[in-house]
């Protein structure tokens, strides 16, 4: 198992840029693909992003395409999502997530979780 914090939300004018991240703890961070998932008011959570083991791919919705950025660090246990360019659309509860060996959009398919951080985008 993995300990997940998720910390960097908050509120932020439309346009505007935040920088998410996660501390791990507990076995092996780079064991581990890493991911963001969102879950917006009143709507089922999804998949944002995804980054394999050393970082060497990785995997965006097509929502946040071209405006979001995962990033790893193994040596500091820690995972990025740097969001440029926000919209109002964006507001969720953040979550990071951690999985053995699986790196698709599936939220089932991750088994440690984060409590999550809320983005809010005002427009």
């Known amino acids: 198992q993995v300990q997940l914090v998720e910390s960097g939300g908050g509120l932020v004018q439309a346009g505007g840029s935040l920088r998410l991240s996660c501390a791990a703890s507990?076995?092996?961070?780079?064991?581990?693909?890493m991911a963001w998932f969102r879950q917006p008011p009143g709507k089922e959570r999804e998949f944002v992003a995804s980054i394999t083991w050393s970082g060497g791919s990785t995997y965006y919705a097509d929502s946040v395409k071209g405006r979001f950025t995962i990033s790893r660090d193994n040596a500091k246990n820690t995972v990025y999502l740097q969001m440029n360019s926000l919209k109002p659309e964006d507001t969720a509860v953040y979550y990071c997530a951690a999985s053995i060996s699986y790196f698709g959009t599936m939220s089932v398919a991750y088994d440690n979780w984060g409590q999550g951080t809320q983005v809010t985008v005002a427009s």
């Open positions: 507990g076995r092996t961070f780079s064991s581990y693909v």
